[in-house]
Nanobody
Framework: QLQASGGGLVQAGGSLTLSCAAS????????IGWFRQVPGKERLLVAR???????TYMDSVKGRFNASRDDSKNTAYLQMNDLKPEDTAVYYC????????????????WGKGTLVTVSS
């Protein structure tokens, strides 16, 4: 019910915008998280946009990534600028299972992931 898209191959310094579209549920009043994972490592929270639009970021992407949401389109976005090789990962979106929730939980909805590869 979440579909992440927009990944691809980009050179260092380039930009990509990921999208996360929801179907069957509504993003309205739910938090949306963007996570990334590289093989053999844990999935990390990259950015989180709260139900009222306030976004927070992991330190390594602050100033380069911008999370946004358009609840009228039931879609969230992660704009990634000045990409670095260490940003290479599969990116996932996530939203709480509980409607109108701001808190992540064990039964949340996850998108299938989209691969971002940054070449040096």
């Amino acid at each position: 019910q979440l579909q992440a898209s927009g990944g691809g191959l980009v050179q260092a310094g380039g930009s990509l915008t990921l999208s996360c579209a929801a179907s069957g549920i509504t993003f309205e009043f739910r938090s949306i998280g963007w996570f990334r994972q590289v093989p053999g490592k844990e999935r990390l929270l990259v950015a989180r946009i709260g139900r009222y639009g306030r976004a927070t970021y992991m330190d390594s992407v602050k100033g380069r990534f911008n999370a946004s949401r358009d609840d009228s389109k039931n879609t969230a976005y992660l704009q990634m600028n000045d990409l670095k090789p260490e940003d290479t990962a599969v990116y996932y979106c996530r939203t709480p299972f509980i409607p109108r929730s701001d808190i992540f939980g064990p039964n949340d909805y996850w998108g299938k992931g989209t691969l971002v590869t940054v070449s040096s």
